[in-house]
């Protein structure tokens, strides 16, 4: 890939109803940019949405708060961290660190998530990954 350019505006929702881990909506930017060495989605959060508490085998995490109030809940199953936090925060996990975020406003919240490297890595349970 030289480079793309896109509007996130054009790019179609994905409708995540149907599973509880995911807000609502979705827009998965990786095809849309021709992205080969990461992955990169914009979710758009309804109050109640939550992105579960997970972790990856591989892949490391970067979400950036666009807009709206979270509850992050970040670290090892057994002492997890909790923390309120607003548009303009950044925050990562890497590989087999457990995270996931509620949206608490009272609007709508949207964040940029990046990960890399752009496997299929899949929500594992973060108590799991010791075993």
């Known amino acids: 890939m030289e480079?793309?350019?896109?509007?996130?505006?054009?790019?179609?929702?994905?409708?995540?109803?149907?599973?509880?881990?995911?807000p609502q909506g979705h827009k998965q930017l990786t095809a849309a940019l021709g992205l080969e060495e990461s992955h990169l989605n914009v979710w758009y959060y309804e109050p109640g949405d939550r992105t579960a508490y997970h972790a990856h085998l591989e892949q490391e995490e970067v979400f950036y708060i666009l807009e709206g109030e979270f509850e992050l809940t970040l670290g090892p199953p057994e002492e997890t961290e909790?923390?309120?936090?607003?548009?303009?925060?950044?925050?990562?996990?890497g590989p087999e660190v457990g995270h996931g975020h509620e949206y608490v406003?009272?609007?709508?919240?949207?964040?940029?998530?990046?990960?890399?490297p752009p496997v299929d890595d899949t929500f594992r349970d973060p108590a799991s990954l010791g075993e």
Do not use: Q, S
Not at 82 to 93: C, H, N, S
Not at 105 to 116: M, S
């Open 3 to 22: 480079y793309e350019v896109v509007d996130v505006a054009e790019v179609e929702t994905i409708d995540m109803n149907a599973l509880d881990e995911f």
């Open 82 to 93: 909790t923390k309120r936090v607003g548009p303009g925060t950044v925050y990562a996990a």
């Open 105 to 116: 406003g009272d609007d709508r919240g949207v964040v940029l998530a990046i990960g890399a």
